[in-house]
């Protein structure tokens, strides 16, 4: 959403150039596109760049690596094994210690389809 605010703002900045640089002689209006142009380049970089290691260093967010150490809800008891609520999803699950119904719970670690979890304190 950020981008496309950002390019918006560009393609108005660049419309704004081009409707003020009609009163220039030709040659000024070439050297005034040209120094906007050396300055607003590196600024775009700066801001891709820190997009992409943003993107790059983010937790997953779906898969195996982003349901480890999500929270969730036993919707039924687990002793040792049931059901519960993470993610938006309703998963087989079991724990080590008895788990009561309504309960909140902590994803440790997925094993085929089935999530072990331990009750939260």
């Excluded at 937790?59 to 008891?77: F, H, M, N, Y």
């Excluded at 994803?107 to 089935?114: C, I, S």
């Amino acid at each position: 959403m950020k981008i496309r605010y950002f390019f918006l703002g560009m393609i108005l900045l660049g419309i704004l150039i081009l409707l003020l640089s009609f009163s220039l002689p030709a040659r000024e209006r070439q050297v005034n596109i040209i120094e906007i142009n050396d300055a607003i380049t590196p600024a775009f970089f700066v801001f891709a760049v820190s997009l992409a290691l943003k993107a790059q260093m983010a937790k997953p967010a779906s898969g195996r690596e982003g349901l480890i150490g999500e929270r969730g809800v036993a919707q039924t008891r687990l002793d040792p094994e049931g059901k519960v609520f993470v993610h938006g999803e309703l998963w087989n699950a079991y724990s080590e210690g008895a788990v009561g119904e309504g309960e909140k719970i902590q994803v440790l670690k997925m094993e085929g389809l089935k999530l072990k979890v331990q009750k939260l304190a």
